[in-house]
């Protein structure tokens, strides 16, 4: 049966599969809640894409209504009822499920997926926590809008879950991360109270910002329900290439030209290695490649250009410019909307194609733009010395966030390296955190990377943390486990 399509009578929900405290809780819910608010929770809910963890629950709430998602964090505060806020579940890191302890109170907004208003002059528009981020894209697109928040997800998150893990995506050089396309927000807090921060301001200089608190968060301090985002123009010509460089350092050169010769108006600029096209070769023949012999190093880059310029002239431009410098081997640039989206397409293809050759180790980094080349080339050394491995290093070079995943040899399984995905993520991290960088670039802390953020942590900001988190939290409910130990 499908539970969140269906109206489940009141004498129905409280006569599901619970144990005593869960079925007292959930009566104590239908009294102050709409009967079909409720539902017994399905498997979808407690899995994380990866399959790193099952979660459990005792009670899935689907609220239509801010002021329903206050009356459950209430209830739930009163019974010391552990609350897990529920996006799209399209999160890498575990913190949408929670699989130790008491069983939570799962809060899904699937159903608080109104576009509430298009403000077109002000390139701004107001969602709901539960739009599906293509939607919001989309609506964005009907007012001659760009909404530029753009992941290989889009077609399944929410935007409530990519504010509360500020998600990054292929256009962060130009827009940038969630956070920064975010004016205000509607959010209930861990009391069940509810803030109401939903400012079209640009400039609102009036004390601490909640707003970034809660963005990046990951539902521990409470639950985004609606946003105020910013839009932006449209570019009239968009144009896109797949250029070879001889070196993740060209790379970085050929990106420094780019901005020199067009401005802010790259904005994306995707490194991919020869391994990452090899794995799609093997697992996902159908993705057309657009060179007859995969390269070592290549980069996908895209602008967005004004009216009046042409972004194709822009782009030969550039490629001359990279061969003259030695920066450049080959190229193609997009000469139709079919071919971009082609492009794209095996950008994007990446990741699903690491999923089916089974990662041993996956890594979500981000350093100093100068510090990447030598990184690299150590981590491939320190990886090696670890044993005989396959590594794809891949991701979004303009803003210094790489995923560095680390796969068994060709012919071997990811059931051979049995207890070495935590030396080889330790020396990882070790690295990035020498090289001044980041164990998590986009993809948050979650359940995952608890004991990163203990380990390379700044002991006084996560102090300060905690006590943010005893301060709008006291009693510890919100998404327990996720973010702090």
Known sequence: MNWVASRVPLGQVRRMKLNSADKQFASRLCDVLPDDVLRPVEPRYLQEPRGRWTGQGGVLALPRTTDEVASLVR???????????YGGGTGLVGGQVMPEGPAPLIISLERMNAIRATYRDENVL????GCILADV??????????????LAAEGSARIGGNLSTNAGGVNVLRYGNARDLCLGLEAVLP???IWHGLTRLRKDNTGYDLRNLLIGAEGTLGIITAAALKLAPVPAGIGTAMIVVPSPKAALDLLALARAEMGDTVSAFELINRQGLEFLSEVMPQIRQPFREPPEWCVLTEVGLARGQDPMESLERLFGVAVAQGLASDGVIA?????RHEFWTLRESIPEANRLIGAVASHDISLPLGAIPEFIARAGGKIGGLGDFRINCFGHLGDGNLHYNVFPALGRARDDYTGQQGPISRAVHDLVHELGGSFSAEHGVGRLKVDDLARYGDPVRLAAMRAIKSALDP??????GAVLA
Request: glycine share 12%.
């Open 75 to 85: 209830a739930a505060g009163e019974a010391r009822v552990p609350v897990v806020p």
């Open 126 to 129: 107001v969602a709901e926590a």
């Open 137 to 150: 894209q989309a609506a964005a697109d009907d007012a001659d809008r760009l909404f530029p928040l753009s």
């Open 191 to 193: 009391d069940g109270g």
């Open 335 to 339: 000469r139709s909307g079919a071919q």
């Open 475 to 480: 009693l510890g409910i919100m998404n327990p």
